[in-house]
């Protein structure tokens, strides 16, 4: 079963915020959520995670509601080559075993219009 | 640098082959995974392993094997190939400390 729901595309104009959206309703307390991206057939690419603080890093910025039921990434400035599948996937901290390996859905095509 | 190489970039089989599809790592980290995507799909663990001489099966095993002699190598290996293994097989490895994955270019291969 899906841990998180993510649209499926979605559009942004070059230079503008691009704001993805992702359901996880049932996180549980230790699971983190983090955001990869994979550009055309590449491999996956991190871009950050979080618990349930606000997390910014060079790429992009992470806001984690109260109650941790949903998140949202921020692309602050997208560009053409911001381009790519966005996955959200929920995580407990890493204890070694199985549990280590990432649970990737379909994701949201992010299409930057120039 | 290379972080993590993968070879070969492509690949065709016939019904019943084998191959072993390599991955190496110039980083010295201690987890190293394999994971296959099938067309429009996200990505699934096949196999994994968290150090040297230990390895262990992830989500979708059946139909392969892996070794880990030493830190830089984690070869997986396709003794029958089937149709139903026409993927890209991304490698990749993880810090013990840390929290990200860092994935190779990925190995693209048809089973005819």
């Known amino acids: 079963d899906a841990k998180t729901t993510q649209p499926p595309s979605m559009d942004c104009a070059e230079g503008r915020a691009a704001n993805l959206p992702c359901n996880h309703s049932?996180?549980?307390?230790?699971?983190?959520v983090y955001w990869y991206r994979q550009i055309h057939s590449q491999g996956p690419q991190y871009i950050i995670h979080g618990l349930k603080n606000n997390e910014t890093n060079e790429m992009a910025s992470l806001i984690i509601t109260e109650d941790r039921k949903s998140s949202t990434l921020i692309l602050p400035h997208a560009t053409l080559r911001d381009t790519a599948v966005y996955y959200c996937?929920?995580?407990?901290?890493?204890?070694?075993?199985?549990?280590?390996?990432?649970?990737f859905g379909k994701g949201t095509h992010l299409i930057i219009q120039p | 640098n290379a972080g993590v190489t993968q070879t070969p970039k492509f690949r065709i089989l016939k019904i019943g082959q084998s191959m072993t599809l390599q991955c190496t790592q110039d980083m010295n980290h201690n987890y190293m995974y394999w994971y296959r995507q099938d067309p429009g799909m996200g990505l699934k663990l096949i196999y994994y392993?968290?150090?040297?001489?230990?390895?262990d099966k992830g989500e979708v095993p059946n139909g392969y094997n892996v070794s880990r002699s030493t830190t830089e190598d984690f070869p997986l290996r396709l003794e029958l190939a089937a149709p139903s293994q026409t993927s890209v097989y991304f490698c990749a490895i993880r810090d013990s400390r840390g929290s990200e994955q860092f994935f190779g270019p990925g190995t693209r291969l048809t089973v005819l």
């Open positions: 392993s968290v150090g040297a001489g230990i390895t």
């Open positions: 049932t996180i549980s307390g230790n699971e983190y």
């Open positions: 996937i929920v995580l407990a901290k890493y204890s070694g075993g199985g549990a280590d390996g990432l649970t």
